[in-house]
């Protein structure tokens, strides 16, 4: 599938929802849902063909060789990423982590199949869906969540708690050990320093191993055009410059950390 394609479903996937979150069910999250209040006023606005850190997952993983695979969502927000993921994939389990209870007006398009305490399973299309309530924090609350994964993952999506402390715990407790053969990391928002120095610590340890390589770039995020690119990274066992290369995918600012 071309690039282009994806784009277009994702762009065709975000039309068909009018609203990502009510005012009362973004006033009743603790953190808002992560969505700052100055975009608050963004998260519907339709957003042109320009390539998105979305798109470009989603791309990448059709390179994987095994087609039924698991992708892991850190921090899900309202659910604007993981939807276009869900309606995407195929005949794939797919896991959310967030620290709020699911977003309503999302979780309504999915059909519950069972609600736990702290952890609701869905079926989406072909997909089965587990959403988790847990603090990145919390190594009991990644314990449960690895159990409830029950295995090794191929993408890994973090946009989280956007502190280096976020994103070590992240690692130490959950993708260190979960992580499939092949398989993507990536990171949103780097342009913090704590945090790039977290990605780069990150990234020398697991570009150790032969066939892992990593790159920062930066590509467009969940708001399209209506805000700035964002400072990306990407670990993969995946040849990223090859593929970037071949299909005249061209990223900002983009260089190799290891390849």
Request: net charge negative.
């Amino acid at each position: 599938m071309k690039i282009e394609q994806i784009i277009e479903f994702n762009r065709e996937t975000l039309k068909n929802v009018d609203c990502f979150i009510t005012e009362d069910e973004y006033n009743s999250s603790p953190d808002t849902y992560g969505l700052p209040i100055h975009v608050r006023h963004l998260i519907d606005k339709p957003i042109n063909k320009d390539l998105t850190y979305a798109d470009l997952m989603m791309f990448l993983q059709t390179f994987f060789t095994k087609k039924e695979i698991k992708y892991v969502e850190l921090g899900v927000s309202v659910l604007k990423t993981f939807f276009q993921f869900s309606s995407f994939l195929k005949n794939c389990n797919l896991y959310a982590f967030d620290i709020n209870e699911i977003n309503p007006s999302i979780a309504k398009r999915f059909d519950l199949l069972n609600a736990e305490k702290n952890n609701r399973t869905y079926k989406f299309k072909t997909n089965s869906i587990t959403y988790f309530k847990g603090d990145v924090f919390s190594k009991k609350d990644f314990k449960d969540f690895k159990n409830l994964v029950g295995g090794k993952v191929n993408i890994i999506f973090s946009d989280a708690c956007h502190t280096k402390e976020g994103l070590e715990n992240e690692y130490e407790n959950f993708i260190r050990h979960s992580l499939d053969d092949e398989f993507i990391i990536y990171y949103d928002d780097l342009d913090d320093k704590p945090m790039r120095e977290a990605f780069m610590k990150i990234s020398n340890e697991l570009c150790s191993y032969h066939g892992i390589n990593s790159s920062i770039f930066r590509v467009n995020g969940w708001l399209g055009e209506h805000e700035h690119a964002h400072l990306n990274g990407i670990i993969t066992s995946l040849d990223f410059n090859k593929i970037i290369k071949e299909n005249n995918i061209n990223l900002k600012q983009h260089y190799s950390i290891k390849s």
